[in-house]
């Protein structure tokens, strides 16, 4: 007997995702000195489309 089984085709987008985060990650970091500010940065880089998106709405 099979099992049903989901098969997902869009999915591609996270990867997309995740190597912008690390890369938000990377500059935010690169411009923070010490422990708080990196913390900071840190959720900064999670949270980076909604920065991307408020200046792409202010120009």
Known sequence: MA???KV???GG???AYFLGM???A???LHVSYGF???IV???KALVWPAFLVYHLLAA
């Open 3 to 5: 099992k049903n089984v």
């Open 36 to 38: 708080w500010p990196s």
């Open 13 to 15: 987008a996270g990867g």
């Open 41 to 43: 940065a840190l959720l």
């Open 26 to 28: 990377v500059y935010y």
């Open 8 to 10: 997902v085709k869009k």
């Open 22 to 24: 690390i890369g938000a």
